[in-house]
């Protein structure tokens, strides 16, 4: 919830505060979907561009809706290093699906 976010943001020494008004329109937006993946889930969670662990503010321009999966994934990476990070894995995929990790052995 967006009070426990602020108050997390409060405790790493961000500077910022962002209200629920705020954070819904950032989920309109992204059509209520996933920044990074474009999944639609029952549960978005707040990410951070730029990480708050890396001197990144809780601030409005700051903030983009991740699923859980996404923003677990992306960890304390900034917004651009995440983004590369799929763009290879989805260019590795598209061009040896068959040694894609996590794939089951046929």
């Known amino acids: 919830n967006q009070h426990a976010q602020n108050r997390r ?18 989920l309109f937006r992204y059509a209520y979907a ?11 969670t707040v990410d951070h561009r730029i990480p708050l662990s890396r001197g990144g503010k809780h601030v409005l321009e700051n903030l983009i809706p991740a699923c859980l999966r996404c923003n677990l994934r992306k ?19 598209e ?10 052995p046929p």
């Open 9 to 26: 943001a409060r405790q790493e020494g961000a500077e910022g505060s962002v209200t629920y008004f705020e954070w819904s329109r950032v």
């Open 34 to 44: 996933c920044a990074y993946c474009g999944s639609w889930t029952e549960r978005l």
């Open 75 to 93: 960890g304390s990476s900034t917004e651009r290093e995440f983004r590369v990070r799929l763009a290879i894995e989805r260019a590795w995929a």
């Open 95 to 104: 061009r040896w699906p068959e040694k894609w990790p996590g794939d089951p």
